[in-house]
């Protein structure tokens, strides 16, 4: 009768031995120098919903304009900024933080892992998101808002339709953002692949941890080309370079392709999150385990890989091929299977199950009831004749709504309710969500129903006003209310998630009765997660062995031992999940919210003409990330460590892969789509645009080129002769040396091509080759100052044959900027060689 105490006091021993390493400084700084995922993911949370509410706002006032025709209650330049900043506040400021911030505080506890790959990197993103947001927040309040539509089509968002700095504001600020998703993209990958719980394999992965690995992976492949536009877009307005010029060989066309290779993606982007919380949610409100687990995933595959194929679904009228038109028809078409295995594997859920009507499983039937009516609409819209007709018109807004809301805010409205007693330890006194229910979801549909009835009447989307005498006046009155009343719905929602995070009772471990492990830890989760890296055989380790959390409390998993006083967590095998290494990751830290300052400065400061200060911040971001990275590793080797159950497994600082290596392919994954899109740009202006070929060809001589296979040859090179000089403890200056001459040799090739365009501004041609160039001299300076840190590493005994891995990882940026370099070059040179 008396054996449990000796085991709640081992708990509570290992409770307060770990709290120290991982805690946050309690301080009001230590939200400036946190990077544990809880804090980071609560700040992500607070501030994506403040986005929210801002959102919303601009939605009711679109609202009360429409309600009636003729209606003075907003001038349309003034109208036309609050539509714009509605649909760029929901679409980037929102929706994707939003699922980054729940993706940031469950993924460790549903894996099994303390924290996320890259805590600094993940405060880093939280910051950059912050400042960006509030830029263009700030830049509306002070009617600096561009007035284009979150699209900003040119030419209307050329210089010459859009003078003032509000359409500048809107693209450095949101490129700083997507900076910051990118980041916060890089972190979850590597997570998800590598920082699991011992045994968890990818087969035994919790189907969420799926739905945001593929999303991930859409982030790193989507983003790249609106930043690449959004740069083009900028450099036009501000240097007049004529990318988009017609009379100077640009076409506005490259701005759609640009932006909708990104446009379209996004929607499934912010739809899987939800999608993977529907097939979290469902099972444990049936009662049962998901249906179909392996076609679930499949899906979700499928439909990443189906969604990069539909970009020009959004061009239908732009004047394209009909055999185009014909085959991004079927291809639209085509998503509806993957979707239907996923809305067939749920349906069957709730089918071999005993489903429940908790609050989370109502807004999951609101989804399900709404998702299906703008899948449908959806389905209408990629048919080519029907799109000829609703382009344009309230139609398709109706459907964005549905999709978006439908199909991402209520199931997400769903997993906030759910995982509301692991984030604060409480369960839910108050009963407004159910109240909330009734009234968000009727008037959602009564306000988009009717949006949809007007829109086949004719309304067209992006007008401030209307004549009276169309059939339309009644339909936007009761439109406009429904939406009112929609509002006070979601208002109500937060209230009672806010009121029940603070004053409802402590509640019991496990509420719901899941099997995943994010509720094997102390509710709240602490700030270290789980007392020990748990042990699993399955895929609801909790529904295998009830006595699990007990076990891990009391450090029978893995790396229990907190006598190192520094952060520890597990490192897995990618397919198997054994365990691999000791991840060591860093404590609190001021250098995030620096380097996000000056990240922020450098995108921000041309808005004012202040260029120098743009440089002086580009180079503070140099520095800071040196510092950062120089407080990595040690001198001296430590070997293999005690991580438990008789495992020595070496440190993530003594690895051929370390983390960093892992992060560095899913940047650079992110830099070879951008490179990809710009290569695209210049094919698609070279085959399409008017005005070409431009009045000459860049004709690259013998020097330039044979610069460039030298500097290639040394870059491929070098960096391996210092890979192979450090891993036997051997002299690493010949191979240094050999890199940074390849480097210079590169920089001077790519700098011919500039001299020989003195006039980047004459032809969209000259601009499209300066940008080539620029790309190749850029990742030359990056992989110079890469190949000069790490000479700095060597030469202070951080770098020995038991430590390669930062070697390895410049050795990788090396061939990277040697491969680019290959077709950049090449682009520029092949035509004028063969004129």
């Known amino acids: 009768m008396t054996a449990p105490q000796p085991r709640r006091a081992l708990a509570l021993r290992l409770h307060r031995r770990l709290m120290p390493i991982w805690s946050s400084d309690p301080r009001l700084r230590g939200w400036l120098t946190t990077n544990n995922n809880n804090d980071i993911g609560v700040l992500f949370l607070c501030v994506a919903t403040a986005f929210f509410i801002i959102g919303g706002i601009l939605a009711l006032l679109i609202r009360a304009q429409l309600a009636s025709p003729r209606s003075a209650f907003m001038e349309p330049e003034v109208y036309n900024q609050i539509f714009t900043m509605h649909g760029t506040v929901m679409m980037f400021l929102f929706a994707i933080p939003f699922f980054e911030a729940m993706a940031m505080l469950l993924l460790p506890g549903m894996l099994g892992t303390r924290d996320m790959a890259f805590p600094r990197l993940g405060a880093y993103g939280l910051w950059v998101y912050i400042f960006g947001g509030s830029a263009v927040i700030i830049a509306m309040l002070m009617g600096l808002s561009p007035s284009g ?22 693209l450095l600020g949101i490129t700083s953002i997507e900076v910051s998703a990118i980041a916060t993209a890089c972190e979850i990958v590597v997570t998800v692949l590598r920082y699991r719980a011992a045994g968890m394999s990818l087969a035994r992965m919790p189907i969420f941890a799926w739905f945001i690995l593929v999303v991930a992976v859409m982030i790193l492949t989507a983003f790249p080309p609106m930043i690449l536009g959004s740069l083009l877009l900028e450099v036009e307005r501000a240097l007049d370079w004529p990318f988009f010029q017609v009379e100077n060989g640009g076409d506005p066309l490259l701005w759609q392709h640009l932006f ?24 444990v409100m049936a009662r049962t385990t998901l249906l179909g687990y392996g076609w679930v995933v499949t899906a979700a595959i499928s439909l990443a890989v189906l969604s990069f194929g539909l970009w020009v ?5 732009t004047g394209i091929p009909h055999l185009s038109l014909a085959f991004f028809s079927a291809a639209s078409t085509l998503v509806a299977v993957p979707t239907a295995v996923m809305i067939f594997s749920w349906i069957g859920t709730l089918w071999k199950g005993r489903p429940t009507m908790h609050l989370p499983m109502l807004w999951i039937m609101g989804f399900f009831a709404t998702f299906v009516i703008g899948g449908l609409t959806g389905v209408m819209l990629a048919i080519v004749p029907f799109d000829w007709q609703a382009h344009d018109t309230h139609f398709v807004v109706a459907h964005l709504h549905y999709v978006l809301i439908g199909g991402y805010v209520f ?13 604060t330890g409480r369960t839910r006194f108050f009963r407004l969500g159910e109240i909330a229910f009734w009234i968000t979801v009727p008037a959602f549909h009564v306000t988009f129903l009717a949006v949809h009835w007007v829109g086949l009447l004719g309304q067209r989307r992006r007008t401030s006003t209307y004549d009276a005498g169309q059939g339309w006046e009644a339909i936007n009155l009761v439109a406009s209310i429904g939406a009112f009343v929609m509002a006070i719905g979601f208002a109500l929602v937060i209230l009672d998630i806010v009121v029940n995070s603070v004053v409802a009772v402590r509640g019991r471990r496990n509420p719901w009765g899941a099997g995943t492990l994010e509720w094997a830890t102390i509710l709240p989760s602490p700030a270290y997660g789980f007392a020990s890296v748990p042990i699993v055989d399955g895929r609801y380790p909790l529904a295998e062995d009830p006595k699990l959390a007990h076990r891990i409390a009391r450090g029978e998993g893995y790396l229990a031992n907190a006598s190192r006083n520094r952060r520890e967590t597990l490192i897995v095998d990618t397919a198997t999940g054994s365990p691999a290494q000791v991840a060591i990751l860093p404590g609190n830290s001021w250098l995030p919210f620096p380097l996000a300052v000056a990240t922020s400065a450098s995108f921000l400061a041309p808005l004012f003409g202040a260029y120098i200060v743009s440089g002086i911040a580009l180079g503070a971001v140099v520095v800071i990330a040196l510092i950062w990275c120089w407080g990595l590793g040690a001198k001296t080797v430590e070997g293999p460590v ?15 892969d370390p983390p960093g290596w892992w992060g560095s392919l899913m940047l650079l994954l992110a830099d070879g789509v951008h490179f990809g899109s710009l290569l695209f740009g210049y094919a698609f202006l070279w085959t399409i645009a008017p ?13 330039a080129p044979l610069l460039a296979l030298g500097g290639i040859a040394a870059l491929v090179v070098g960096p391996r002769l210092v890979v192979s000089a450090v891993a036997a403890d051997r002299w690493a200056w010949p191979g240094l040396g050999l890199a940074i001459l390849g480097t210079i040799a590169l920089t001077m090739a790519a700098g011919s091509v500039w001299l020989s365009l003195p006039d980047p501004a004459g032809h969209a041609y000259n601009a499209t080759l300066w940008l080539l160039a620029g790309h190749v001299a850029l990742h030359t300076t990056i992989t110079l100052i890469m190949l000069g840190f ?6 202070a005994g951080y770098a020995s044959s038991g430590r390669v891995g930062e070697a390895r990882i410049v050795q990788l940026w090396a061939d990277f900027t040697a491969l680019t370099a290959v077709m950049a070059l090449a682009a520029a040179w092949a035509p004028g060689a063969f004129a």
Do not use: Q
Request: glycine share 8%; proline share 13%.
């Open 790 to 795: 790490l000479s700095a590493r060597i030469w």
């Open 691 to 703: 005005n070409w070929p431009p009045p000459a060809w860049v004709e690259p001589g013998t020097t």
């Open 149 to 170: 539509g979150w699209f900003m089509y040119p030419p209307l968002s050329s210089a010459a339709f859009s003078p003032g700095i509000g359409a500048d504001v809107w």
């Open 642 to 656: 005690d991580a438990g159950h008789g495992a020595n497994l070496p440190t993530s600082w003594e690895v051929a």
């Open 260 to 283: 909708w290779l990104f446009g379209h993606p996004e929607v499934y982007i912010i739809f899987l999150p939800a999608a993977g919380m529907i097939a979290t949610i469902l099972p």
């Open 313 to 317: 679904h959004h061009m239908f009228t």
């Open 411 to 423: 199931p997400m409205v769903a997993a906030v309710y759910y995982f509301l007693p692991t984030l």
